[in-house]
């Protein structure tokens, strides 16, 4: 098998668990409470820009020309593209600048923007591609699932077209590529290259529990706090 099958396989509890999560199913069946729906768009914006910034940082530790441009451009194009539709959607769900300055990361999200970091300061870049990779795996899975689904609320639909899009798609090809090409080139960061994937898929199935129950710090119990 090659490397992208073997940490997918791997990981394919925590993929089932996204495909049938109340959050996914009500958006592609378009029963999702847009309370819901805002909350999850609000602190996706959020994550994008850490994304983005943590792309930028993996630039700057490439040791090709290559892969720098590689992490450079697709830092750019979060911003160009997902984010423009997070500030278009923003305007459509009424979310103000006010609103957007106050914004914080829920739990998971911190928790998920914090693993993140921690991958690509303190571990070899093959181990943070890794730890990037389940995010735009899991969510083209998703839009491949769903593609046929179409709610009546526009913005669902916007967001399924989105994920299952053919030049996402072929996006991910190139992406799992570089994995497997990493994976050839750096055998002794295996087991690290499969311990961060499988750590981003778990925090990717959180951020679906964060926004189907909307987490904020205030509401948390003593005993999570512990």
Not at 34 to 55: G, V
Not at 168 to 189: S, T
Request: glycine letters at 2%.
């Amino acid at each position: 098998m090659r490397f992208d099958e073997v940490v997918r396989e791997e990981a394919d509890g925590y993929w089932e668990s996204s495909m049938v999560h109340p959050f996914v199913k009500g958006l592609v069946q378009g029963t999702l409470p847009m309370e819901n729906f805002k909350f999850y768009m609000m602190q996706d914006a959020i994550y994008l820009k850490h994304y983005s910034k943590i792309l930028a940082i993996a630039a700057s530790k490439s040791e090709t020309n290559q892969e720098m441009a590689y992490y450079l451009e697709s830092a750019r194009s979060i911003n160009e593209a997902e984010l423009e539709l997070h500030r278009t959607v923003f305007k459509e769900l009424h979310i103000g600048e006010q609103e957007q300055a106050e914004l914080i990361p829920a739990p998971a999200n911190n928790n998920y923007i914090n693993h993140m970091y921690n991958a690509v300061l303190n571990e070899s870049l093959p181990v943070a591609f890794a730890a990037l990779l389940p995010c735009p795996w899991l969510y083209q899975s998703i839009g491949e699932e769903y593609k046929d689904e179409k709610p009546t609320q526009k913005l669902y639909r916007d967001w399924i077209e989105l994920y299952s899009s053919k030049e996402f798609k072929d996006q991910l090809g190139i992406q799992k590529q570089m994995l497997n090409k990493y994976a050839k080139e750096h055998p002794a960061d295996h087991q690290k290259m499969k311990a961060f994937f499988q750590m981003s898929a778990y925090y990717e199935c959180k951020f679906w529990d964060m926004a189907w129950s909307l987490e904020n710090w205030k509401e948390l119990t003593p005993y999570e706090l512990a």
